[in-house]
């Protein structure tokens, strides 16, 4: 009794298929009488592998009465496996007949270095230039694409907040207006909206 949250954690971690011991107090009765109920239960701990991946299908019709479908990829964050899980995303999504893409980086707080290039990867063809890094000297060194080969020339929107952390490269990237160019490099058929 009296652990803060980081404390119960901290016990709770441990080797997965390994079991640990907690006891629950039945909070029904009050304490002066006596009549908290202690339960112990026994949990296994095992990996948890949370997805920085969430994915919708929206339907919709234009102007002109034909249905259309937009696919919605949020990315919460870059990590080891986002570009993995986008490019499975994206192919379900092609074969589900999509027309169009809205890639929501809003609040993303950045990750991996390379998670960010392999993403970017999935939308983009060629091998121009995806992010240039400058070491404590001030030298410059590109970072190319490697034969970029996009998934789909579907219509992209890029919703980024003043907050991603991928707005800074994109403002530095060319020296072009944000609003025309990827977080990462290359124009194709999107735009960048800030909310």
């Given amino acids: 009794m009296g652990l803060d949250v980081e404390a119960v954690a901290q016990r709770l971690r441990g ?31 095992e990996v948890i592998n ?11 019709r234009s102007g002109d009465g034909h249905e259309g479908k937009t696919g919605y990829v949020r990315l919460a964050a870059f990590s080891q496996t986002a570009a993995a899980e986008m490019e499975r995303a994206i192919k379900k999504m092609e074969d589900q007949g999509v ?8 609040n993303n707080p950045g990750g991996l ?6 993403v970017a990867q999935i939308w983009l063809d060629g091998d121009e230039t995806l992010v240039n890094t400058v070491d404590r000297e001030g030298n410059v060194q ?6 970029g080969q996009s998934l ?7 919703l980024a907040s003043r907050l991603c952390s991928c707005v ?7 020296k ?18 800030f909310w």
């Fill in 50 to 60: 949370l997805s920085p991946l969430s994915t919708a299908i929206i339907s919709h």
């Fill in 15 to 45: 080797r997965a298929g390994t079991t640990v011991e907690v006891k629950l107090l039945d909070g029904t009765g009050n304490e002066r009488s006596g009549r908290i109920k202690q339960k112990e239960v026994q949990l296994s701990r």
């Fill in 113 to 118: 270095v390379t998670a960010g290039l392999d």
């Fill in 99 to 106: 027309q169009s893409y809205i890639l929501d980086l809003r």
């Fill in 152 to 158: 789909t020339h579907d219509p992209l929107v890029v």
């Fill in 168 to 174: 800074p490269t994109c403002r530095s990237t060319k």
């Fill in 142 to 147: 590109a970072i190319n694409m490697v034969q």
């Fill in 176 to 193: 072009v207006p944000v609003q025309a160019k990827f977080w990462l490099g290359h124009c194709m058929t999107m735009a960048v909206l």
